[in-house]
């Protein structure tokens, strides 16, 4: 059974930072894609960012590129979200995402409904 924790979440200015982190246990992760996307009041779920565990190769929403990094510690089986200079529409909850991909598959998988596995969220808010 795969479970994903997620952490980090606040409350931070504009310009601030903040570090999400992402629990996973349950499985081997070195086949799977593991992302980040979020959901403001009212809004689509939308794509932040995913990294392939096995490579470690890394994609991003266009909104965050150059903000955001994703990253995976594989020793603690933990996926990380780092947010920097962050900006009011960034305020989201933020959920992590995982899914078996096969080598061949090619990323980033942008759609929520292509991700098997989600954590419960959190609250990350930006105030101007």
């Known amino acids: 059974q795969v479970q994903l924790v997620e952490s980090g979440g606040g409350l931070v200015q504009a310009g601030g930072s903040l570090r999400l982190s992402c629990a996973a246990s349950g499985r081997t992760f070195s086949r799977y894609a593991m992302a980040w996307f979020r959901q403001a009041p009212g809004k689509e779920r939308e794509f932040v960012a995913a990294i392939r565990w096995s490579s470690g190769s890394t994609y991003y929403a266009d909104s965050v590129k150059g903000r955001f990094t994703i990253s995976r510690d594989n020793a603690k089986n933990t996926v990380y979200l780092q947010m920097n200079s962050l900006k009011p529409e960034d305020t989201a909850v933020y959920y992590c995402?995982?899914?078996?991909?096969?080598?061949?598959?090619?990323?980033?998988?942008?759609?929520?409904?292509?991700?098997?596995?989600w954590g419960q969220g959190t609250q990350v808010t930006v105030s101007s």
């Open positions: 995402a995982a899914v078996w991909v096969d080598v061949g598959t090619p990323l980033p998988l942008r759609g929520s409904n292509e991700y098997r596995y």
